[in-house]
Nanobody
Framework: QVQLVESGGGLVQAGGSLRLSCAAS????????MAWYRRAPGKEREFVTR????????SYADAVKGRFTISRDNAKNTVYLQMNNLKPEDTAIYYC???????WGQGTQVTVSS
């Protein structure tokens, strides 16, 4: 069984940056796609970005394209989400996800003030 633990959330002003981390334990995440989702207040959880096992392929939601970057360090069993030029509408709980096992982390809160 794999456990995912997110960190790096916080309060930031609009235009600022944050870097989220997702550390996996229990099983290696190398060779497996990983993803980030988010749930904004009063809304359903939505897709943010995904990365292939090797890191060679990525995809992004239109709302974050050009501002967010997903990456991974398989040696550290960790996935990252670099978020730049943050907007108030990015305020949400951000979740790390391993699609092949249906495993989710507990989430980390990101709040962007205007």
């Amino acid at each position: 069984q794999v456990q995912l633990v997110e960190s790096g959330g916080g309060l930031v002003q609009a235009g600022g940056s944050l870097r989220l981390s997702c550390a996996a334990s229990g099983r290696t995440i190398s060779s497996y796609d990983m993803a980030w989702y988010r749930r904004a207040p009063g809304k359903e959880r939505e897709f943010v970005t995904r990365i292939s096992g090797s890191g060679g392929r990525t995809s992004y939601a239109d709302a974050v394209k050009g501002r967010f970057t997903i990456s991974r360090d398989n040696a550290k069993n960790t996935v990252y989400l670099q978020m730049n030029n943050l907007k108030p509408e990015d305020t949400a709980i951000y979740y790390c996800h391993r699609p092949s096992l249906g495993v989710w982390g507990q989430g980390t809160q990101v709040t962007v003030s205007s």
